[in-house]
C-alpha cells in the first residue's frame, strides 16, 4: 500500500510516462489478452478491416494503461484538478432532481476512466453511491475502497445494495452502476442483443428503478485528451413505469452505449470476457423485471 501511495504523488508527466512502457510491455511482451482483445474487437465490427481492427486494439492499449496510472493517482488529486479533468456538460439534469429529494440511478460502462466518475460526481454537488463487484484479493480490495471513497463518494458493494437502500433512503443521490458487467447467473440474466452478439445483462437495475420509481440517467463517459474527460446524462427511464414494457430500460441502454462505443471504439474495455455465456449454453433461462 505503502508504495501505491508514493506512487500517487508523482506528477502526470511521470506516470504518463510508466503508462507508455506499460503499454509496449501489455502489447508486445505480454500480449495481456490479445487474443480476446482481438476476437473481441472482429465479432464486435465485422465491417472493419484487420488494420482497423488492429489500430483499435493499440488504442485500447493505450486506454488501458492510463486508466492504471490514473486511478492510482486519485487519492493525490486536489477538487480543483479533479474538476478540470471530470467535465459535466448538464449536470443540472441530475442536480434538480436530488435537489428535488429524488435519488436516481445512474447506468455508466467500463469506458475511459471510469473509476474518477464518482469522486468527480460529489464535487459537482451530486452526492454517489457507487455500486461494485468485490475483488478476490483482500489487499486490492482495501486499495480501490479507499479510491473509490475519494471526496465522500460511497463505494457499495453489490451484495450489499439492498441493506444500503434502506440505510440511505433519506439521502438524495445518485446510485451509481457501471452495467455493461457479465452477470453471475447468466439463467437470470436479461438477453438481448448487443454489438452483433447475443448478450446477457443484469437485470438488477431495471428491477430497482421499477421497484423503487427512480428514474434512470445513461451516464456517457468521453476522453477528451489525455486525462480529461466529458460526462453527458441521458434520461434512458422515467417512472411510473407501469406502462413501459419490460427490458425497455436495459434497451435503451444498450443502444445508448452501442453509440458511444462506435465513435469511441478504443476506450471501451476489450479485455473484458465478456461474451462468454451465449443463450444456447443454458436449458432454461428465466427473468422477471417486475
Known amino acids: 500500500m505503502f508504495f501505491f501511495r508514493l506512487l500517487s504523488r508523482s506528477p502526470f508527466w511521470l506516470l504518463y510516462g510508466i503508462a507508455d512502457v506499460l503499454y509496449f510491455l501489455l502489447l508486445h511482451v505480454v500480449r495481456y489478452r490479445r487474443r480476446v482483445v482481438l476476437n473481441n474487437l472482429r465479432l464486435s465490427f465485422p465491417e472493419k478491416t484487420a488494420a482497423e481492427i488492429n489500430h483499435i486494439a493499440r488504442g485500447f492499449y ?25 467535465r459535466f456538460t448538464n449536470a443540472h439534469l441530475v442536480q434538480e432532481r436530488l435537489r428535488a429529494g429524488q435519488t436516481v440511478i ?20 451530486m452526492p454517489v453511491d457507487s455500486i461494485y463487484k468485490p475483488l478476490s484479493s483482500p489487499f486490492f480490495e482495501e486499495m480501490m475502497r479507499h479510491i ?32 455493461d458487467q457479465v452477470p453471475d447467473v447468466p439463467e437470470k440474466a436479461y438477453w438481448t442483443d448487443f454489438l452483433h452478439q447475443d448478450t446477457p445483462f443484469y437485470p438488477g437495475t431495471e428491477r430497482l428503478a421499477r421497484s423503487r ?24 427511464g422515467e417512472p411510473p413505469y407501469t406502462a413501459l414494457p419490460e427490458g425497455t430500460i436495459l434497451n435503451r441502454y444498450r443502444d445508448a452505449l452501442e453509440i458511444t462505443i462506435q ?3 478504443s476506450d471501451w474495455l476489450w479485455s473484458h470476457k465478456r461474451w462468454k455465456h451465449w443463450r444456447g449454453k443454458y436449458e432454461k433461462i428465466e427473468v422477471k423485471l417486475t
Open 62 to 86: 493505450r486506454n488501458l494503461t492510463d486508466l492504471i496510472v490514473e486511478t492510482i493517482k486519485m487519492p493525490d488529486l486536489t477538487p480543483d484538478e479533479l474538476r478540470q479533468r471530470v
Open 106 to 125: 445512474g447506468m455508466g460502462s467500463h469506458t475511459g476512466n471510469w473509476e474518477w466518475i464518482p469522486s468527480a460526481s460529489v464535487l459537482n454537488d
Open 148 to 179: 473509490r471513497s475519494g471526496f465522500g463518494a460511497v463505494p457499495t458493494p453489490m451484495h450489499m445494495l439492498p441493506r444500503q437502500m434502506v440505510a440511505r433512503k433519506h439521502i438524495p443521490r445518485i446510485i451509481a452502476l457501471v452495467a
Open 213 to 236: 420509481n427512480l428514474p434512470v440517467f445513461y451516464t456517457e463517459l468521453v476522453r477528451i485528451r489525455r486525462g480529461y474527460y466529458e460526462v453527458t446524462f441521458t434520461a434512458i
Open 263 to 265: 465513435q469511441h471504439p
